[in-house]
């Protein structure tokens, strides 16, 4: 299969920092994306990795290591606006589909 | 601002009637998918379609679910009859399939479907 696991959810505060992690399997790999999804809308587009290491985007940081199968997603000076669900997701070579992850509820409080 | 759009954003309707979803993908993007999400399952691809040509629909429940591309424009989703387990939102996204970053994919606002 192609599971891919992250934590069903997280908590932080107003001005800290979050690192949500994600697992996948390695065979295939074509690369790895992070998207956004607030309640009631629409998963959006954060980040995209395919060599290892870390994109800065802003406030946000996605890290890849291709032989660990292992992804993280930075956020910094977590806002209130930050409260989302973060879907890791990963491109199989072959397909131009993408397999999602069940996502990380994360909870920014003040 | 080139988007996504679907139609109904909400339906709630009666087991055993027939729902149909539509689904207008970005102009110039040539890779559509219909996606299913529910708290239980997360997101999980029912079907999906390159220049119009139906290329995986192997998450579909065949029996029931239908999904065609009558043009290029135009992508839909039909539950023939429906069951309160199809109570889900269901997301058309579209993409270029370029490789790497051009696999990105762009996903409507969804529709929110609720069958009793």
């Known amino acids: 299969g192609q599971n891919i696991d992250q934590p069903t959810e997280m908590t932080a505060t107003e001005g800290a920092i979050v690192q949500i992690n994600c697992t996948y399997q390695t065979s295939g790999f074509n690369g790895l994306f992070w998207y956004q999804q607030h309640a009631g809308e629409a998963p959006t587009f954060l980040s995209y990795?395919?060599?290892?290491g870390l994109e800065e985007k802003g406030r946000f940081s996605s890290f890849l290591s291709r032989s660990k199968g292992y992804s993280y997603l930075l956020l910094k000076e977590l806002q209130m606006k930050d409260s989302a669900s973060y879907l890791c997701?990963?491109?199989?070579?072959?397909?131009?589909?993408?397999?999602f992850g069940k996502g990380t509820m994360l909870l920014v409080s003040p | 601002d080139a988007r996504v759009t679907q139609t109904p954003r909400h339906k709630v309707t009666e087991m055993g009637q027939e729902v149909t979803m539509r689904c207008q993908p970005i102009l110039g993007h040539n890779t559509v998918f219909w996606y299913r999400q529910t708290m239980m399952q997360g997101l999980e691809l029912l079907a999906y379609f390159r220049n119009r040509a139906p290329l995986d629909d192997s998450g579909m429940p065949k029996d029931r679910f239908s999904a065609e591309m009558p043009d290029a424009t135009l992508a839909t989703l039909k539950i023939q009859p429906s069951e309160p387990r199809d109570s889900a939102v269901y997301f058309c996204?579209?993409?270029?399939?370029?490789?790497?970053?051009?696999?990105?994919?762009?996903f409507g606002e969804g529709s929110w479907l609720t069958v009793v």
């Open positions: 990795n395919v060599l290892d």
């Open positions: 997701a990963v491109s199989y070579s072959g397909y131009s589909t993408l397999t």
């Open positions: 996204a579209s993409g270029l399939a370029a490789g790497g970053t051009g696999n990105t994919i762009y």
